[in-house]
């Protein structure tokens, strides 16, 4: 079982513009809406793929109520806990050249009541088949170590936890021992305070830090570099495979739903790399946050060239 936990869902508002004119007037050429969030993304990308997750966290007013809506259309279940204030709406500009303006409400604030809530709801859920997957930014009233709370707490029944979080919430997340991580290579400089571009050799370095600590699965996503995966023993690097992008939005989510699906079908290490590679390529070819199609990734999971390290 796959609970995908989204703190701080959203309605992604994805406009199409020729060039953002600042403090002129923009016509908009294209606009579409997804339920968003990154768990919430994850979850879509996951039933795509053939697997079925449970989508929670919070949500609020009427934008919750149109996510929760487009969930249930999508047969994506869902156990979300609902909250006063309303879910936000996150609007990404793009621009012909490809340039990307994100414009990112903060969300309603959250209760300690609330927060208490779903922990106990998360903490139902939890057994020795169950992944969590903890993903994305915090609302106002959540403390930065709500991930390594709720690590601990599934931990103790047995429960798997793969994390994408960046700044003090991967952190104070790592300190609890998740079994599984996918962070960028901006997320690990920053981590390492690095203030320039890693290398390949740098990043590895840290990564095995990570391996020190039991993390068994660790996928580095490198965006035009392509990815570097850490599965125990089994150490590669893919380059980047050649497709035309309409947005990066949701590459980083499509290979979290990928690590998850593999988990959950029981993969081995080489067919989920390839699997990593192919959805999250594959996400950067759709308008908004929409999963590619599974005729898509298994087309590109052909095209996957795999370099041991």
């Known amino acids: 079982m796959i609970i995908t936990v989204t703190m701080n869902p959203a309605i992604d508002k994805t406009v199409d513009i020729d060039t953002l004119v600042h403090g002129g007037l923009n016509r908009i050429r294209h606009v579409e809406y997804d339920a968003g969030g990154k768990g919430i993304n994850v979850s879509k990308t996951i039933r795509e793929l053939g697997s079925t997750s449970i989508a929670t966290g919070f949500l609020g007013g009427n934008n919750g109520r ?4 487009v969930l249930k259309e999508k047969e ?15 609007t990404k500009v793009f621009e012909e050249n490809g340039e990307l303006t994100e414009l990112n409400e903060p969300g309603p604030y959250i209760s300690a009541e609330k927060l208490e809530e779903l922990m106990q709801k998360l903490e139902s859920y939890a057994g020795e088949d169950t992944l969590f997957v903890l993903s994305g930014s915090i609302p106002a009233g959540v403390e930065k170590d709500v991930y390594g709370k709720i690590i601990r707490l599934v931990h103790q029944k047995g429960a ?9 919430l991967f ?10 991580i996918k962070p960028n290579r901006v997320e690990l400089e920053e981590y390492a305070g690095i203030d320039y571009r890693a290398s390949d050799g740098e990043l590895l370095e840290i990564a095995g830090a990570f391996k020190k600590q039991e993390i068994g699965t660790i996928a580095i996503s490198m965006g035009k570099s392509g990815a570097m995966f850490l599965l ?28 998850a699906h593999a988990w959950n079908t029981k993969l081995g290490a080489e067919d989920t790399v390839r699997l990593c590679m192919a959805v999250s390529a594959g996400a950067v070819t759709t308008i908004g946050t929409k999963p590619p199609s599974r005729e898509l990734v298994e087309e590109l999971k052909r095209q996957v060239i795999v370099e041991k390290i």
Not at 66 to 69: D, E, G, H, W
Not at 79 to 90: M, Q
Not at 171 to 180: E, I, R, Y
């Open 66 to 69: 149109t996510i929760a809506n």
């Open 232 to 259: 125990g023993d089994y150490q590669v690097k893919c380059p980047a495979l050649s497709v035309k992008s309409h947005s990066t939005v949701g590459a980083g989510d499509a290979m979290v739903a990928a690590l």
């Open 76 to 90: 994506i279940e869902t156990d979300f806990v609902w909250v006063d204030g309303e879910t936000r709406t996150n």
């Open 160 to 168: 798997a936890v793969l994390l994408d979080a960046d700044g003090e």
């Open 171 to 180: 952190k104070k997340a790592l300190a609890a021992g998740p079994d599984m």
